[in-house]
C-alpha cells in the first residue's frame, strides 16, 4: 500500500513538472527569440556563434592552451588543414579500350629499394610502418606489436628518431634504421644491424627543427638506451653531424661513413617536403643515396609545434610529383628510389602514388589505429586512444600485444587484397605496371602538376 501512494504521489510530481515545463517552455523560448532579433548581436550569445564561425573551436582551444601556459602548443597525430591531395585523382578502370584481368589471375606486389645494391631491401607489398620512435612516441609493447604485425605481413618497420630496440629487431621482418641528428644509434653493431639507414634530416611535421626534450618526459630505461645520464634531456639537433654536433657533416661524408660500417646494404635520406624540393634532391644525388624518403605536410608525429606542423611544408601529392620529375630529367630513377608517406591510409591512394612512381608509401597514424583497433574501447571517453599506444613517464593503459599485432596485420592483409583487385580492374597484373596514364584528375591544376588527364575534358 505504501508503494502504492509513493508511485501515485512520483507521478503526480513528474505529471506536474511536465506540465509546467510545457507552459514554461514556448515562453523562455518566445522572450529569448526576442532578445536575439531586437538586442545588439555583442549583447547576446549569438555573438558566440558568430565567433566561433570566424575563429573555428580548435583554434579557440590553441588560444586558451597558449593563454593557460605561456608555452608552444604541441600536439600529436599532424596537421588537421585540408590539403589539395589524392582526392583529386582518380583510377582509370579498363572495361573495353582495355580489358581488367580475371579475378584468378596473379598480381605482384613484391616490393625492392636499392635494387643496384649489394643487399636490397626487398619486401613483400610496396608498403612500411614509417618512424615512430620508441620513448619519444610510442611505447615499448606497441613498438613490439609493430614488429609482430611486420613478420606477418612482410614489410618493413622504420625505427623512428628513438633508441634501438632489439627485441623489435628480432621480430620485424625487415628493420629500417634512422640515422641522423642525434647522438644515440651509432654503435656499428647496432647499424649493423639494419636492412636499410635512413638518414633523418627532417620530417613532414617536424622539418628539420632542432628538438629539446625536457628530462623527465623520458623515462631511465630510455635514457640507458641513448647512453645519456638520467639527468640529460634527448636532444636532436639541428644538422647532421658525425662526431661533434657543433660541427655538423655533410649528407656525402655521412653516406660515405655508412657504407663503410654497412656491407652493402641501401643508404636512404628522409627528409620533410619543402618549396626547396630540387635543391634538396640535388644534394642527396651528389651524396649518392640509394633511395629518397620525402614526408608531406600530411605527414604526423607523436607531438610537433603547431606552427611547424600546419604552416611548413607541401603536401605529399605536390612533393611526389615533383620529385618524379626531377629524377626523370636528371636521368636519376634507375638509380635513387622514390618513396613517399604523409597522409595515406587507404589503398587507393596507395597505389596514386605508385602510378606517379612512388617506389613505396609509409604509413604512420593509419598503422596507429589498426593497432589500437577495439582496444580503444579501454581508454574513451574519459581517456584519449593514444593512452594505448604513446609513450609516457607514468604507464598508460596497457596494450594487448597479441591483439594488436594481429589488428594491425589484417589491416594490411585487407589492403593487399584491394591493391590486388583494383590492379586487375585497370587491367595490369603488376603493381609496376602502372604509371600516370592509369590516373585522371579532377581538377585541372592537379592535372597539370601530376602530368595526368583531366577528366573534365574528353581525351584526344
Known amino acids: 500500500m505504501r508503494?502504492?501512494?509513493?508511485?501515485?504521489?512520483?507521478?503526480?510530481?513528474?505529471?506536474?513538472?511536465?506540465?509546467?515545463?510545457?507552459?514554461?517552455?514556448?515562453?523562455?523560448?518566445?522572450?529569448?527569440?526576442?532578445?536575439?532579433?531586437?538586442?545588439?548581436?555583442?549583447?547576446?550569445?549569438a555573438e558566440l556563434y558568430v565567433s566561433m564561425k570566424s575563429t573555428p573551436l580548435m583554434d579557440f582551444l590553441y588560444s586558451?592552451?597558449?593563454?593557460?601556459?605561456?608555452?608552444?602548443?604541441?600536439?600529436?597525430?599532424?596537421?588537421?588543414?585540408?590539403v589539395h591531395g589524392f582526392d583529386d585523382l582518380a583510377l582509370?578502370?579498363?572495361?573495353?579500350?582495355?580489358?581488367?584481368?580475371?579475378?584468378?589471375?596473379?598480381?605482384?606486389?613484391?616490393?625492392?629499394?636499392?635494387?643496384?645494391?649489394?643487399?636490397?631491401?626487398?619486401?613483400?607489398?610496396?608498403l612500411f610502418i614509417s618512424g615512430m620512435a620508441y620513448g619519444l612516441a610510442l611505447n615499448e609493447a606497441s613498438r613490439i606489436a609493430i614488429a609482430e604485425a611486420s613478420s606477418r605481413a612482410k614489410i618493413p618497420i622504420n625505427s623512428g628518431q628513438g633508441?634501438?630496440?632489439?627485441?623489435?629487431?628480432?621480430?620485424?621482418?625487415?628493420?629500417?634504421?634512422?640515422?641522423?641528428?642525434?647522438?644515440?644509434?651509432?654503435?656499428?653493431?647496432?647499424?649493423?644491424q639494419a636492412d636499410m639507414i635512413e638518414v633523418q634530416?627532417?620530417?613532414?611535421?617536424?622539418?628539420?627543427?632542432?628538438?629539446?626534450?625536457?628530462?623527465?618526459?623520458?623515462?631511465?630505461?630510455?635514457?640507458?638506451?641513448?647512453?645519456?645520464?638520467?639527468?640529460?634531456?634527448?636532444?636532436?639537433?639541428?644538422?647532421?653531424?658525425?662526431?661533434d654536433p657543433a660541427h655538423p657533416t655533410p649528407l656525402k661524408e655521412v653516406v660515405q661513413y655508412l657504407r663503410s660500417v654497412t656491407d652493402?646494404?641501401?643508404?636512404?635520406?628522409?627528409?620533410?617536403?619543402?618549396?626547396?624540393?630540387?635543391?634538396?634532391?640535388?644534394?642527396?644525388?651528389?651524396?649518392?643515396?640509394?633511395?629518397v624518403v620525402i614526408d608531406g605536410t600530411e605527414g604526423a608525429t607523436g607531438n610537433a609545434p603547431i606552427t611547424l606542423s600546419d604552416h611548413f611544408g607541401i603536401p605529399s601529392l605536390y612533393a611526389l610529383a615533383r620529385a618524379r620529375k626531377y629524377l626523370q630529367v636528371h636521368d636519376a630513377t634507375h638509380r635513387v628510389d622514390l618513396v613517399i608517406s604523409g597522409g595515406f591510409r587507404e589503398p587507393g591512394d596507395f597505389l596514386k602514388a605508385y602510378a606517379l612512381g612512388a617506389r613505396a608509401v609509409g604509413l604512420g597514424t593509419i598503422a596507429m589505429f589498426a593497432l589500437a583497433h577495439?582496444?580503444?574501447?579501454?581508454?574513451?571517453?574519459?581517456?584519449?586512444?593514444?593512452?594505448?599506444?604513446?609513450?609516457?613517464?607514468k604507464p598508460g593503459v596497457p596494450l594487448d600485444i597479441a591483439r594488436a599485432a594481429l589488428g594491425l596485420a589484417n589491416f594490411l592483409s585487407s589492403c593487399r587484397k584491394e591493391m590486388e583487385m583494383a590492379i586487375r580492374t585497370m587491367g595490369h597484373t603488376s603493381v609496376w605496371d602502372l604509371s600516370?596514364?592509369?590516373?585522371?584528375?579532377?581538377?585541372?591544376?592537379?592535372?597539370?602538376?601530376?602530368?595526368?588527364?583531366?577528366?573534365?575534358?574528353?581525351?584526344?
Open 3 to 45: 508503494f502504492l501512494v509513493m508511485f501515485a504521489g512520483s507521478l503526480t510530481a513528474l505529471v506536474v513538472v511536465v506540465g509546467f515545463l510545457a507552459w514554461l517552455l514556448p515562453t523562455i523560448t518566445r522572450r529569448m527569440i526576442g532578445i536575439l532579433l531586437t538586442r545588439p548581436m555583442s549583447d547576446t550569445l
Open 64 to 82: 586558451s592552451l597558449r593563454s593557460q601556459s605561456g608555452d608552444v602548443v604541441i600536439r600529436p597525430m599532424g596537421s588537421a588543414k585540408p
Open 92 to 126: 582509370v578502370p579498363a572495361q573495353l579500350a582495355r580489358r581488367p584481368v580475371l579475378a584468378t589471375e596473379e598480381v605482384a606486389l613484391d616490393a625492392i629499394l636499392g635494387a643496384q645494391c649489394k643487399k636490397p631491401l626487398t619486401f613483400s607489398m610496396p
Open 163 to 192: 633508441p634501438f630496440l632489439a627485441a623489435e629487431r628480432q621480430k620485424a621482418y625487415r628493420y629500417i634504421l634512422q640515422f641522423g641528428r642525434w647522438t644515440w644509434n651509432r654503435d656499428p653493431a647496432i647499424l649493423q
Open 201 to 243: 634530416v627532417g620530417q613532414g611535421a617536424m622539418p628539420g627543427n632542432a628538438v629539446l626534450a625536457t628530462p623527465s618526459d623520458v623515462g631511465p630505461e630510455i635514457k640507458a638506451l641513448m647512453h645519456l645520464d638520467p639527468s640529460q634531456a634527448p636532444i636532436i639537433h639541428a644538422d647532421l653531424f658525425l662526431k
Open 264 to 291: 652493402g646494404i641501401p643508404i636512404a635520406l628522409k627528409m620533410g617536403a619543402g618549396d626547396h624540393l630540387e635543391h634538396d634532391l640535388a644534394n642527396a644525388l651528389e651524396a649518392a643515396v640509394d633511395v
Open 374 to 393: 577495439k582496444q580503444i574501447t579501454r581508454t574513451v571517453p574519459f581517456l584519449p586512444p593514444t593512452d594505448l599506444v604513446f609513450y609516457r613517464a
Open 436 to 460: 600516370p596514364e592509369d590516373l585522371c584528375a579532377l581538377d585541372p591544376e592537379i592535372a597539370r602538376i601530376t602530368g595526368t588527364h583531366y577528366a573534365g575534358e574528353p581525351l584526344v
